[in-house]
């Protein structure tokens, strides 16, 4: 089995990380950025095109209002910093999710970012950010709902592909290979639909701690796998 060409990640354990080293939160979180740049340059070596980053879900707006604030922040700086590094190596930045609740200034700074790395194609890197799989597929139901009531949908034209042209992922393929970091066992609400006949890698370490070693080995287990798709 080659390179997946589509690797997801739940970049879980960010918290614990740092409540072990008796530090806040948000530490965990700045410390979590060093393995995104990891992970980012080892998916460019091994050939991978689409990266897709669970940053921020639907969920999280329900933590304290500090860790929130916080996490914008970051998130805010690490646009700073990575935008030009972004557009000077061929990586592309696109979102996917409920963009338009997060703060104005983050909203800028991505649309900004985006723009600059517009006519990058080495490596499309996917921030899921304000996500849920659920609600990405009760927004699809609606632009499909909207299309009905104009008389512009027939019933039989309800596809499992006419489904996915309405996600945020409409143009990105599902992913090969989800990584887990933390050791947990669930999807978290996350690529509910694009994940049905994904490869899961579940590794105990804390996202701080996961390096480009740890993604290239995930590729490693990808590629012992052998991908059926309900086949025999």
Same mark, same amino acid.
């Given at each position: ?17 740092? =409540? =072990? ?85 983050? =909203? ?85 639909? =694009? ?38």
């Amino acid at each position: 089995m080659k390179t997946p060409r589509h690797v997801a990640i739940i970049m879980d354990g960010n918290g614990r990380w740092a =409540q =072990q080293r008796g530090l806040p939160r948000l530490a965990g979180h700045e410390r979590g950025s060093k393995s995104i740049r990891e992970c980012v340059e080892a998916a460019m070596e091994a050939g991978v095109e689409f990266i897709t980053l669970y940053a921020f879900s639907s969920e999280n707006w329900k933590r304290p209002a500090a860790e929130v604030t916080g996490l914008m922040l970051l998130l805010e700086r690490f646009l700073d910093e990575k935008a030009r590094e972004m557009k000077e190596e061929g990586v592309r930045l696109l979102t996917i999710g409920r963009t338009a609740e997060l703060p104005k200034a983050c =909203q800028r700074k991505l649309a900004d970012v985006i723009n600059l790395t517009a006519g990058n194609d080495k490596l499309k890197v996917i921030l899921a950010l304000s996500y849920s799989g659920r609600t990405e597929i009760v927004d699809a139901v609606r632009k499909i709902v909207a299309e009905a009531r104009t008389g512009e949908l027939n019933e039989d034209a309800v596809t499992p592909e006419f489904i996915a042209s309405h996600l945020y992922t409409a143009d990105i393929p599902d992913p090969d290979l989800l990584i887990r970091t933390s050791g947990e066992m669930r999807l978290s609400n996350f690529l509910l639909w =694009q994940l049905s006949y994904t490869e899961i890698h579940v590794t105990p370490k804390l996202w701080p701690d996961f390096t480009k070693a740890d993604f290239h080995a995930a590729l490693e287990d990808y590629r012992n796998r052998n991908r059926r798709f309900g086949g025999v």
